[in-house]
T-cell receptor, first 111, second 114 residues
Framework: KQEVTQIPAALSVPEGENLVLNCSFT??????LQWFRQDPGKGLTSLLLIQSSQREQTSGRLNASLDKSSGRSTLYIAASQPGDSATYLCAVYQAGTALIFGKGTTLSVSS | DTGVSQNPRHKITKRGQNVTFRCDPI?????LYWYRQTLGQGPEFLTY????????KSRLLSDRFSAERPKGSFSTLEIQRTEQGDSAMYLC????????????FGPGTRLTVT
């Protein structure tokens, strides 16, 4: 059974710092991996989608990498801002189950 | 592209009542997914549709839950005889296809069962 783990569960950083969020998964038979952002009480906003054949994707200050063989992905956020404060969720797509999510990392960026 | 919409945004109901939620996907998206999220957890997959066909159901989808997508457009999720354990955020997502495409989520429906 696929399990997705995100470390750390919570992270507090000062504005301007670069940071890395980690995601690991137990079954490498995935089709893709998607990173989301969720603000309190809101739905999910898609940040990046990495296909299983890709190694990384970039969007603005965000860069996500995927190492399928080791079951790991990282989300790198450059020059963090208070507006980046949210919960970041990682999810893997497998046949028959759609997306399987981790519990998320709650990020707080202080000004 | 107006995004995925869900109604109602909030629903408070008494235990034992039936509730129905609606999801309107992004137009031309043929895949529609339902997820459930409880506090402090990531969303959990419930079911999905390819056009009007319901292709997969999670073991979480007990016989009190039913979902439909008539004509492959909007979808409804009904919960019969609600229980306090059904209290959660119910999220809908849509995509152009399967694994190659991003899923876009709606704002969710927050259900509280008293």
């Amino acid at each position: 059974k696929q399990e997705v783990t995100q470390i750390p569960a919570a992270l507090s950083v000062p504005e301007g710092e670069n940071l890395v969020l980690n995601c690991s998964f137990t079954d490498s038979a995935i089709y893709n991996l998607q990173w989301f952002r969720q603000d309190p009480g809101k739905g999910l906003t898609s940040l990046l989608l990495i296909q299983s054949s890709q190694r990384e994707q970039t969007s603005g200050r965000l860069n996500a990498s995927l190492d399928k063989s080791s079951g790991r992905s990282t989300l790198y956020i450059a020059a963090s801002q208070p507006g980046d404060s949210a919960t970041y969720l990682c999810a893997v797509y497998q046949a028959g189950t759609a997306l399987i999510f981790g519990k998320g990392t709650t990020l707080s960026v202080s000004s | 592209d107006t995004g995925v919409s869900q109604n109602p945004r909030h629903k408070i109901t008494k235990r034992g009542q039936n509730v129905t939620f609606r999801c309107d996907p992004i137009s031309e998206h043929n895949r529609l997914y339902w997820y459930r999220q409880t506090l402090g957890q990531g969303p959990e997959f419930l079911t999905y549709f390819q056009n009007e066909a319901q292709l997969e159901k999670s073991r979480l989808l007990s016989d009190r839950f039913s979902a439909e997508r008539p004509k492959g457009s909007f979808s409804t999720l009904e919960i019969q005889r609600t229980e306090q354990g059904d209290s959660a955020m119910y999220l809908c997502a849509s995509s152009l296809g399967g694994s190659l495409y991003e899923q876009y989520f709606g704002p969710g429906t927050r259900l509280t069962v008293t």
